[in-house]
Nanobody
Framework: QVQLVESGGGLVQAGGSLRVSCAGS????????MGWFRQAPGNEREFVAA????????YYADSVKGRFTISRDNAKNTVYLQMNSLKPEDTAVYYC?????????????????WGQGTQVTVSS
């Protein structure tokens, strides 16, 4: 079965950096668009970033544009989210997701598979 496993979350001070990773198994990784979402307590799951099948195209939420970078290594079946200049409002559980299509990528319900999430906490 398809598994997406996130890692790399943790506690970081405001202004700091963190990289989270997501390893996929049970799927042909390069056949899937990969994305990152986040969810803070009491909030809906929100789109963060997406990358197409070969990494040629990326798309970011306005709130993270210029600070976060999504990348992928298809040889390692892994997608990354490099987060710089972190702010307390970036605190959330970060989830990776996979979808066979590049369609409605900012809508959580459109994605086919999800990881279990990794906590990122940014202290002020």
């Amino acid at each position: 079965q398809v598994q997406l496993v996130e890692s790399g979350g943790g506690l970081v001070q405001a202004g700091g950096s963190l990289r989270v990773s997501c390893a996929g198994s049970g799927l042909t990784f390069s056949d899937y668009v990969m994305g990152w979402f986040r969810q803070a307590p009491g909030n809906e799951r929100e789109f963060v970033a997406a990358i197409d099948w070969r990494g040629g195209s990326t798309y970011y939420a306005d709130s993270v544009k210029g600070r976060f970078t999504i990348s992928r290594d298809n040889a390692k079946n892994t997608v990354y989210l490099q987060m710089n200049s972190l702010k307390p409002e970036d605190t959330a559980v970060y989830y990776c997701a996979a979808d066979i299509r590049w369609s409605r990528i900012t809508t959580a319900s459109s994605w086919d598979y999800w990881g279990q999430g990794t906590q990122v906490t940014v202290s002020s």
